[in-house]
């Protein structure tokens, strides 16, 4: 069973809620027990929250390349392919970002 304390939106998963929330100190009747329904969409955000990390994990890693590529500057085509990819890893950072923001304000986290 998964609880939502009220205060924060902490989610704790046991039997019962905690006695005090381990992130606000809220006390356990702040928690609220998770929908079933609710409760499937946290547990199957899991994995899509832990790839969209990922995806902005090595967009960063992309766009640190590119930036290395473009400081080597060994010919204008060349350069111009590496500004072209670190425009695009931060694209891609953004999109997993806004979308990691969205599954936190629809409580699926």
Not at 9 to 30: N, T, W
Not at 61 to 75: F, H, P, Q, S, T
Not at 96 to 108: D, L, W, Y
Request: hydrophobic share 40%; aromatic share 4%.
């Amino acid at each position: 069973m998964l609880w939502k304390c009220s205060v924060c939106g902490y989610i704790h998963e046991g039997e019962e809620a905690p006695e005090k929330c381990p992130k606000c100190g809220a006390p356990k009747e702040k928690f609220e027990a998770l929908s079933e329904e609710d409760a499937k969409k946290v547990h199957m955000s899991v994995r899509t929250n832990d790839i969209h990390m990922e995806i902005v994990r090595l967009a960063n890693k992309v766009k640190r390349l590119a930036e290395e590529g473009i400081e080597i500057n060994l010919d204008p085509p060349c350069v111009a392919l590496f500004k072209q990819a670190a425009e695009e890893a931060v694209v891609i950072k953004q999109r997993s970002k806004a979308e990691i923001a969205g599954h936190v304000s629809r409580g699926k986290w």
